[in-house]
């Protein structure tokens, strides 16, 4: 597995673990919700992953664009987990609510920065 893959799989786990951890901080330790909040943060995780791997396919064949298409990946993930954590130090009255709407609004994030991607990577691939 290249450094680009490792990247992708640490993006991939890393969003997931940050959100469980933020809930045992905001909600204390229960099986059932930790379980949830994995699982629906795992889902967005794994098409961003899936096509990051796509991507990178695609640009090792030649050689350009490879931080680019781990965009799907760690953009979604950077922005997840900085909402998780800031969710987190600063507890709203209502907490629960960003634990199941973050995934829906990440499934959107995903999605948008597939598509940037697809093009991006195109333009730098053809720039060779």
């Known amino acids: 597995m290249s450094s680009y893959g490792k990247l992708n799989l640490i993006g991939m786990i890393a969003l997931?673990?940050?959100a469980v951890l933020g809930s045992i901080l905001m909600f204390g330790v229960r099986m059932?919700?930790?379980?949830f909040v994995f699982g629906t943060n795992a889902a967005p995780?794994?098409?961003?992953?899936?096509?990051?791997?796509?991507?990178?396919?695609?640009?090792?064949?030649?050689?350009n664009g490879q931080m680019i298409a781990l965009w799907p990946t760690?953009?979604?993930?950077?922005?997840?987990?900085?909402?998780?954590?800031?969710?987190?130090?600063?507890s709203a009255p209502d907490s629960?609510?960003?634990y199941v709407a973050g995934p829906f609004y990440l499934v959107a994030?995903?999605?948008?920065?597939?598509?940037?991607?697809?093009?991006?990577?195109r333009v730098a691939r053809s720039r060779s």
């Open 16 to 18: 997931p673990l940050v």
């Open 32 to 35: 059932d919700t930790q379980i």
């Open 45 to 63: 995780m794994l098409i961003g992953g899936l096509a990051s791997a796509l991507y990178l396919r695609s640009a090792n064949k030649s050689g």
């Open 74 to 90: 760690l953009i979604p993930a950077g922005v997840g987990i900085l909402w998780y954590l800031f969710g987190a130090v600063s």
């Open 96 to 98: 629960g609510r960003e």
């Open 109 to 121: 994030g995903v999605l948008i920065t597939i598509v940037v991607t697809g093009v991006v990577g």
